[in-house]
């Protein structure tokens, strides 16, 4: 968990410290996801997630994208878990508005929808984020990016779970 955490320390300050530019923007999408491990097989659970981002160029090819989202993850209805996610993407343009991106994530509950399943997760959250964007000259962005969970969310001695989910979203870059 540490080393996630200072990996996501240590990316966002070097593109910060190196950024020649930097870029808001707003997105927000649809998302389907489910536990792992010992929970798997269960009905994924559809959602959305919204928030906010900023883009820092470090060169023509090269950006860094912290973001900060509301995500509805989980699985099914009944075991839904409400998550403040902070990805760190590093974005990778193969050609002129097409990226591929990566990076660590580390989320923190919020909510859950029954108690149960609040008493039985942890409160925080760690993974990394695999995907792609396409962004238009006006500023409109479309991406999808898949998350995989690392961390153990179960907080019941001998289960073992965690979170993996599917993004897809739109987003406009100021």
Do not use: W
């Not at 470090?58 to 950006?63: A, D, G, I, L, R």
């Amino acid at each position: 968990m540490k080393k996630v955490l200072f990996a996501a320390i240590a990316v966002m300050a070097f593109g910060v410290s190196n950024a020649q530019e930097m870029k808001f923007g707003v997105k927000a999408g649809y998302s389907t996801t489910n536990f792992t491990g010992d929970a798997d097989g269960g009905d994924a659970r559809g959602g959305f997630y919204v928030g906010g981002l900023v883009d820092f160029t470090v060169s023509e090819k090269f950006h860094v994208q912290p973001e900060l989202m509301y995500s509805t993850e989980g699985a099914s209805d009944d075991a839904g878990i409400d998550y403040l996610r902070l990805p760190i993407m590093a974005k990778y343009y193969v050609m002129e508005g097409l990226s591929l991106q990566a990076g660590p994530e580390i989320a923190f509950k919020i909510a859950a929808q029954e108690d149960l399943v609040d008493e039985a997760t942890k409160s925080l959250d760690f993974g990394l984020g695999f995907g792609a964007g396409y962004e238009l000259s006006n500023g409109l962005m479309f991406d999808a990016r898949y998350n995989l969970g690392l961390a153990n969310i179960s907080d019941v001695d001998g289960f073992d779970f965690g979170n993996a989910g599917l993004q897809i979203g739109l987003g406009y870059r100021f």
